[in-house]
T-cell receptor, first 113, second 113 residues
Framework: SAVISQKPSRDICQRGTSLTIQCQVD?????MFWYRQQPGQSLTLIAT?????????ESGFVIDKFPISRPNLTFSTLTVSNMSPEDSSIYLC??????????FGPGTRLTVL | DAKTTQPPSMDCAEGRAANLPCNHS???????VYWYRQIHSQGPQYIIH???NNETNEMASLIITEDRKSSTLILPHATLRDTAVYYC??????????????FGTGTRLQVTL
């Protein structure tokens, strides 16, 4: 298994601002995933982040809105840029060590006013 | 990834077995069945996965039909702490390259006294 922490756990932000969410894993992993869960909805993948390369974004998500960094094998950040109330969601990172299943962080609950 | 179909909600009395069904009629030969659950406001938690044989761990049992078109997750003695949304996901297993999990709407299990 893998232990994942996220910061912040929650935040309330004003529209037009940006928030950077951090994801830290207790072991080295090749790929990290960022998901979004809008209120009352299921999880949707935003992007996949490999260390040393640009993130791969899913349809409907763009780098300008959700820039991702992956500076090493245990850490990643997701920035939600120029926020609007529609960005209010839970943002989750996950990892999947080789031969195991995918493990999720506790999530970051974002409210945009 | 194959699509799954689950009932939107189920109830179960505490102490009884909870049987959660999942249909995945278009599953491919190399796709596994995964189960995750999400307790309110937390990150999804891995429960169990299997290819074609029945599987059991400390949390649950997974029964996969012989044609692999459906499966059942069994919580043998449900407790109030098992109240959560349960997701059935089919995906190729990670043998070196992780891939995303595609979450459907899941089954909301309510365990009652």
């Amino acid at each position: 298994s893998a232990v994942i922490s996220q910061k912040p756990s929650r935040d309330i932000c004003q529209r037009g601002t940006s928030l950077t969410i951090q994801c830290q894993v207790d072991s080295q992993v090749t790929m990290m995933f960022w998901y979004r869960q809008q209120p009352g909805q299921s999880l949707t993948l935003i992007a996949t982040a490999n260390q040393g390369s640009e993130a791969t974004y899913e349809s409907g998500f763009v780098i300008d809105k959700f820039p991702i960094s992956r500076p090493n094998l245990t850490f990643s950040t997701l920035t939600v840029s120029n926020m609007s109330p529609e960005d209010s969601s839970i943002y989750l990172c996950s990892v999947e060590p080789v031969g195991t299943s995918q493990f999720f962080g506790p999530g970051t609950r974002l409210t945009v006013l | 990834d194959a699509k799954t179909t689950q009932p939107p909600s189920m109830d179960c009395a505490e102490g009884r077995a909870a049987n959660l069904p999942c249909n995945h009629s278009t599953i491919s030969g190399n796709e596994y069945v995964y189960w995750y659950r999400q307790i309110h406001s937390q990150g999804p938690q891995y429960i169990i996965h299997g290819l074609k044989n029945n599987e059991t761990n400390e949390m649950a049992s997974l029964i996969i039909t012989e044609d692999r078109k459906s499966s059942t997750l069994i919580l043998p003695h449900a407790t109030l702490r098992d109240t959560a949304v349960y997701y059935c996901i089919v995906r190729v297993h990670n043998t070196g390259t992780a891939s995303k999990l595609t979450f459907g709407t899941g089954t909301r299990l309510q365990v009652t006294l």
